[in-house]
């Protein structure tokens, strides 16, 4: 199930907790507590972006390394075809 987006409109986990005695012939009512679910979402959210900010970064310095200092980027066809005809005149 998708959850909103958004903390304001995110549900929160309600549950009870009841203790099973005597193969269920009593089932008192131990407590209910409830998980606020946006907030967590929230953070796991933030907490990825860094990661993935991080690991973007690694690997930027990675490729730099890989070519001798360098900065690394891909050619588009048309950067070929410029440079082929460059060294071909």
């Known amino acids: 199930m998708r959850l909103p987006s958004s ?10 907790v009841y203790d099973y005695v005597f193969k269920g012939l009593s089932q008192p009512l131990l407590g ?4 606020p679910i946006g907030p967590i979402l929230e953070s796991t959210y933030l907490h990825q972006k860094a990661e ?3 690991s973007e970064n690694i690997i930027k310095e ?8 360098a900065v690394f980027h891909s050619i588009d066809e048309e950067e070929k075809d410029d440079i ?3 060294d071909a005149i």
């Open 84 to 86: 082929v005809n460059n």
């Open 62 to 69: 990675l490729k730099k390394v890989l070519n001798g200092g």
């Open 7 to 16: 903390g304001l409109f995110c549900p929160k986990l309600s549950s009870d």
């Open 32 to 35: 209910t507590f409830s998980i």
């Open 52 to 54: 993935l900010e991080e």
